[in-house]
Every structure is written in C-alpha cells, then in structure tokens.
C-alpha cells in the first residue's frame, strides 16, 4: 500500500488528474467512495484512516495515512499540505446512534471536533479545497406526518446525541462559507445500505443472520428490533455518486437532501430478505434492539439536488439487499 511518509514522497508539479482526499477512507462509504473516484472520476486519492488494513484493497493505488488526525491539528494542516487536494471528503465519524446513547459526549466530540479541525485544515490552504460536509437525515428528527417528504427547510428537531452532532457539523459547514468563504458543500443523506456495511446496520444485521443461519453457524431464528419504522433507503453505490456530483456541481453554503424519494419499513426490507434465501427462519423482536427513541417515517425530497445536479438513485432496494446477502454469504464461507 502506498503510505504517505512526509511532504515530498509524493508531490507532483503538474497533476494530470484532480486529486482527492477521503476521511475514513478504509470505512463502509469511504470504501465504495474511493472505488468511484478511481474507475469513475479518474481522480488521484489520498485517503485517511484510523485503522491500519482497511483500505488494503486498494494497494498503491491510493496514498494512505494511517492514525487519528482528526484530534490533531497540525498533524491533519500537516497531511494537507503534502496531499494539495482539489476535494475533500469528510466521512471520518462515529455514525451508529445507538452509540451515542450509550456514550453521547464520545460522538459529539468526535463528529464535532473532527469537522472542526477538517474545515479549518482546508481554510489553511491556498485556494483552499471545497469540503463536502456529511450531514445527516437524522438531524429532522420526529418529522410529522403532515411534514413528508422531507425537504431542506424542514425543522431541524434532533432527536438523538448523533444526530445533534450532526447537526452541529452541518452548521459549521455553513458558518465556515459564511464567515471565511470556504467552498463547503453540505448534504444530508438518507439511510443508505450495501455489501460491506457494518451489521450495526439493519440491513446488513438481517443479512448476515439468514448468512449464518443457511451456513448452519446459528439457529434459524432473526433477532429484530422495531420493524414498523418507515426508512427511505439508497443504495451506497448511488449515494456515492451522489457526494462526487454534490462536491463538483453543488453551489458552496447550499444544503442538499440526498435519497430515493421511496420508503419502506423495516419489515418489507426484512421480508424481502428472507425470500432470497430457501432457509425456514422464524422471527423474534429483541427488546435490547429496541432505541429509546425512533422516528416512525423518514421519506427525502430530493428535488433541490436533482435540479442542481441531475442526480437521482438508480439501483433497486431488491439489488441492493441481494448484493447485501451475497456480501455476507461469502465473508460467512470464508471463515468457515
């Protein structure tokens, strides 16, 4: 893999290509991120990363930095001034929201702080990179059903510690065009799924059960939470498209809503699921799985970025929940 190790290991007086930095470069989105931006964009990547390995697929097509920058500062300016990136994309966070209840000050200044010290990284340089800022649809909070679809001058009611950091990150994307004219482009993405989430995920927490429970490796019961919640669910192929297109076609200090402008709950997607598997799997509610608090339906109106960009989600939930399944059929078969 290609490390970075100081300002000249890699410097280029004249770049045939634009060059790219990615936070959390090894992480789910990160991941799917760097494979566009290498086949799709044709864009130079330099990526960071908290854990050593994560990115390993992408050997020396990338320039990686390994360690928690985010904290420290003239470490992070120091890493942007060898990378000299035309974009940057910050997916660095803690994104689980359970644990933000668990250990709310823990996600509020690593969101926090990390966006912080990212914007004023970039505002160090000169012309300085346009940012994207990665909100999140959780910042609504309890939408009302009367307020569906949701659309960007909707309230914003927070409704758990992860989403006021977000909250939080999202403003100071705004404040940092406002006050020192950075180019931040803001966006606020709608749950979105794929092979190589987390199985902290729905989605990917279903998938990998039936995985295990055709492999014999547990009994053939799922464990649920609630399965009422209605959530509009984008494929992270399409949402990574969609934060290239938000960082090279959307206007500095705008905020855009990015999703599918469809929403099912968490029983269709489950159901949908277990029919892609031959396996006799029966179904329980786990109460541990249970938030103190869950929005009964989130639904995008993404008008304002399609205008913008003419971006719009392209994969079905169907492929998207397939991929998701055959991802875990064979992490599952590999260690076996």
Same mark, same amino acid.
């Given at each position: ?9 890699? /410097? #280029? @007086?004249?770049?045939?290509?634009? *060059?790219? !930095? +990615?936070? =959390?470069?090894?992480?789910?989105? &990160? ?90 990284? /970039? #505002? @160090?340089?000169?012309?300085?990179? *346009?940012? !994207? +800022?990665? =909100?999140?649809?959780?910042?609504? &909070? ?98 990574? *498209? ?95």
């Amino acid at each position: 893999m290609g490390e970075w190790r100081g300002a000249g290991s890699y /410097a #280029l @007086s004249r770049r045939a290509k634009l *060059r790219a !930095l +990615v936070t =959390g470069i090894g992480g789910f989105v &990160g991941a799917h991120l760097t494979t566009y931006l290498l086949e799709k964009a044709q864009c130079e990547v330099w990526g960071l990363d908290l854990v050593r390995g994560r990115a390993a697929q992408f050997g020396p097509r990338i320039m990686l930095q390994v360690g928690d920058l985010l904290l420290n500062l003239p470490a992070l300016k120091q890493f942007l001034r060898s990378a000299r990136p035309d974009y940057v994309f910050h997916l660095a966070a803690q994104a689980f929201v359970p644990s933000s209840w668990q250990d709310p000050w823990s996600t509020l200044e690593n969101n926090i702080r990390g966006q912080l010290n990212v914007l004023l990284a /970039a #505002l @160090s340089l000169e012309p300085s990179p *346009r940012v !994207l +800022v990665v =909100g999140s649809a959780e910042e609504y &909070g309890l939408v009302a059903a009367d307020e569906l679809p949701v659309r960007e001058s909707n309230a914003l009611r927070p409704y758990s510690p992860y989403a006021v950091s977000k909250v939080a990150q999202d403003m100071l994307g705004y404040q940092y065009y406002a006050s020192h004219n950075l180019p931040a482009v803001r966006v606020r993405p709608f749950h979105h799924i794929g092979p190589g989430q987390s199985p902290s995920f729905v989605a990917s927490d279903f998938a990998k059960q039936i995985a295990e429970a055709e492999a014999g490796l547990r009994e053939p019961v799922m464990h649920v939470g609630n399965l009422e919640a209605r959530r509009d669910f984008t494929d992270v192929r399409d949402m990574v *498209r969609a934060y290239y297109l938000a960082l090279t076609r959307g206007k500095p200090g705008q905020v855009y809503n990015i999703g599918a402008e469809r929403s099912y709950s968490i029983r269709e997607l489950l159901d949908m699921l277990l029919a892609l598997s031959s396996a006799d799997i029966t179904v329980e509610q786990d109460p541990s799985r249970l938030r103190p608090s869950d929005v009964p339906e989130l639904l995008c109106d993404c008008s304002r970025f399609r205008a913008q960009t003419g971006w719009k989600a392209e994969i079905p939930l169907e492929r998207t929940l397939e991929d998701t399944l055959d991802y875990w059929r064979t992490q599952v078969r590999n260690k076996a």
